[in-house]
């Protein structure tokens, strides 16, 4: 009873552990299966994503290349904006320099602009040279422009400028400072340079006789020294003082030419090699003159340089020469006068030794 007992639970319990082994291989099973339909859902949305890709790959390849395209075309621009620069640097002026060009009376930013331009209209060579012929036409017509126009007001500065330089004021030192310049930039202009010798011969001359006038008959400042009329009576003095006056100047006279036309110009003069004829006869024996053609090419830089230091050494003696022209007639009055009125013969040998001293 007992054995057959046992061995129905034995039994059962085979059964239960069959059962029990099935179930879990169904499990096992329906896992899998899920397993296998997940991997293959993501399957699909891996080709949907290449596929995608793929098309969007397609679509851009046209925009990158139309990047790669106009980045090319910003490379090549760049270069291009860095060589109209470079031109606009080297071939045009700035506003602050075309302005100061319009800027009278003129300063140093003036003749730097008035270089500039010089420097610029000599450089169109170079583009009437190239390929860019036009711009170079175009840019050497609009320094011409500029040049004739500030060459002209600089002209009529040095005329005003003359006739007032005689006043007393606290600026005559930059005022010939800029004269100086501007001597030496119409120097350029050899018609406007001979116009601008004489009008400065004719203002110095002009001025000379007024100081002699006024040395005459009012003397010096606050009458220190005495009017020179006022020795009238003694021929000896009278004379003296005339001559003692037109010393003084005649040295002052040069050494405003000097300052006017460069500080080394007439410093030969002074050591006494050469005289002021001697140096407009030089220079209109070497065709350097004021009447020289002025439309010559030039041999060279050097050659050019020569030629106007040997222009300045020519205007800078005919001012110095021409400064006492108007003064040889009242001058001549007043010795004549003097000569006329002596009867003593030794004062008369007196006033001829001074004359000829």
Same mark, same amino acid.
């Given at each position: 009873m007992r ?6 639970? @034995?039994? /059962?319990?085979q ?6 082994? *099935?179930?879990?291989q169904f !499990?096992r099973?329906q896992?899998t +299966?899920k397993?296998?339909?997940?991997a293959?859902e993501?399957a699909?949305?891996?080709?949907d994503?290449?596929?995608r890709?793929?098309e969007?790959?397609?679509r851009s ?5 139309r990047?790669?395209?106009?980045d090319?075309?910003r490379?090549?621009l ?5 060589s109209?620069e470079?031109?606009a640097e080297?071939?045009?002026l ?6 100061a ?5 003129p300063?140093?930013?003036f ?5 500039r331009?010089r ?5 169109c060579e170079v583009?009437?040279r190239?390929?860019?012929e036009a711009?170079g036409v175009?840019v050497?017509?609009?320094? @011409?422009? /500029?040049?004739?126009?500030?060459y002209e007001q600089?002209f *009529?500065?040095?005329?005003s !400028?003359m006739?007032?330089?005689? +006043?007393a004021c606290?600026?005559t030192?930059?005022r010939l400072?800029?004269?100086r310049n501007a001597v ?8 406007l340079?001979?116009?601008c ?7 110095r001359q002009q001025?000379?006789?007024?100081r ?9 400042p606050?009458?220190v ?7 009238a009576?003694?021929p000896v003095?009278y004379?003296?003082?005339m001559l003692?006056?037109?010393?003084v100047?005649?040295a002052a006279e040069r050494?405003f030419a000097?300052d006017l036309?460069?500080?080394?110009v007439l410093?030969n003069?002074h ?7 001697d ?6 024996s070497d065709?350097?003159g004021?009447?020289a053609?002025?439309?010559a090419?030039?041999e060279s830089?050097?050659k050019?340089?020569d ?11 005919i001012?110095?020469s021409?400064a006492f022209d108007g003064?040889?007639?009242?001058l001549?009055?007043?010795?004549s006068q003097?000569?006329?009125?002596l ?5 008369c ?5 001074l004359v000829?001293f």
């Amino acid at each position: 009873m007992r054995r057959s007992e046992r061995s129905r639970r @034995a039994r /059962l319990r085979q059964r239960s552990h069959a059962r029990s082994k *099935r179930f879990c291989q169904f !499990e096992r099973i329906q896992a899998t +299966e899920k397993a296998h339909a997940s991997a293959t859902e993501l399957a699909t949305f891996c080709r949907d994503v290449q596929t995608r890709v793929t098309e969007v790959r397609e679509r851009s390849a046209d925009v990158v290349k139309r990047i790669s395209s106009l980045d090319r075309e910003r490379q090549r621009l760049e270069k291009r904006a860095v060589s109209l620069e470079t031109v606009a640097e080297r071939f045009t002026l700035s506003k602050d320099e075309r302005a100061a060009l319009h800027h009278f009376p003129p300063d140093e930013a003036f003749f730097r602009a008035l270089d500039r331009a010089r420097t610029i209209q000599t450089d169109c060579e170079v583009l009437l040279r190239s390929r860019n012929e036009a711009l170079g036409v175009d840019v050497m017509e609009d320094m @011409a422009s /500029l040049l004739e126009d500030a060459y002209e007001q600089v002209f *009529r500065w040095v005329q005003s !400028e003359m006739a007032v330089l005689d +006043e007393a004021c606290d600026d005559t030192e930059l005022r010939l400072s800029h004269l100086r310049n501007a001597v030496r930039a119409l120097q350029e202009r050899p018609v406007l340079y001979q116009y601008c010798v004489d009008e400065v011969a004719s203002s110095r001359q002009q001025s000379v006789v007024r100081r002699f006038i006024a040395a005459l008959t009012r003397g010096g400042p606050r009458g220190v020294p005495r009017p020179i009329e006022m020795h009238a009576h003694d021929p000896v003095r009278y004379v003296s003082d005339m001559l003692a006056w037109v010393h003084v100047s005649a040295a002052a006279e040069r050494d405003f030419a000097a300052d006017l036309f460069g500080q080394s110009v007439l410093r030969n003069q002074h050591n006494g090699e050469e005289g002021p004829d001697d140096d407009v006869v030089r220079a209109e024996s070497d065709g350097t003159g004021d009447d020289a053609p002025s439309g010559a090419p030039s041999e060279s830089p050097a050659k050019d340089e020569d030629t106007g230091q040997e222009r300045l050494v020519a205007g800078a003696a005919i001012v110095a020469s021409r400064a006492f022209d108007g003064l040889c007639r009242p001058l001549e009055l007043r010795l004549s006068q003097v000569l006329d009125s002596l009867g003593d013969l030794a004062i008369c040998h007196k006033v001829a030794h001074l004359v000829e001293f």
